[in-house]
Every structure is written in structure tokens, then in C-alpha cells.
């Protein structure tokens, strides 16, 4: 019996923009984690709070007391670190 198979392509949805086609958005795109971990990770003044990580694949939190009390509470109405689900 073979594994099996996970497609792993990677689509690059740039180019099919620019070649005149639509990406159809979520009515909650912007306001899931992704979303709003991507705004956080944007945002300048959190870069000595949490950052990407040098290759761009991956971020890292680097003062969770900060993270906790400032960042936290504004994007995701809440203080309790333990209630994200970061997985």
C-alpha cells in the first residue's frame, strides 16, 4: 500500500490578479487569526514585541509580558495569552 499523497503546490495568486482574474474574500477574512496576526506582524510599533523571523517563514514573540497587556487585548478583546490558539 503507498502513503498517501498531500499536494503541496504552492499557487501564486499575484499573478492570476494581475491577469485579470478575482479572489472572491471571506465576509470574516479580515477578522480571523491569520488575518489578524498578519496586521499585528505589519504593524511597526510591535516589531520589539513580536516579529518575523529572518527567513520570513515563521514569527516569533519576543516579550510576551508586552504581548499580554498591549497587543493582545486590541486585536482580540481579550488578556488571557493562554485563550489564543496559536495552532
Avoid: C
Avoid at 501564486?12 to 496586521?39: C, M, Q, T, V, W
Avoid at 486590541?74 to 489564543?84: D, E, L, M, T, V
Amino acid at each position: 500500500m503507498f502513503p498517501r499523497y498531500t499536494d503541496h503546490t504552492y499557487h501564486d495568486f499575484a499573478a492570476y490578479l494581475k491577469a485579470g482574474g478575482r479572489i472572491e474574500k471571506h465576509k470574516k477574512s479580515d477578522r480571523n487569526f491569520p488575518a489578524r496576526l498578519h496586521a499585528i506582524l505589519a504593524d511597526e510599533r510591535y516589531a520589539h514585541i513580536i516579529t518575523w523571523m529572518p527567513h520570513g517563514r515563521a514569527w516569533k514573540v519576543l516579550k510576551k509580558d508586552l504581548l499580554v497587556e498591549t497587543v493582545i487585548p486590541k486585536y482580540f478583546g481579550q488578556s488571557k495569552f493562554s485563550s489564543i490558539n496559536f495552532s
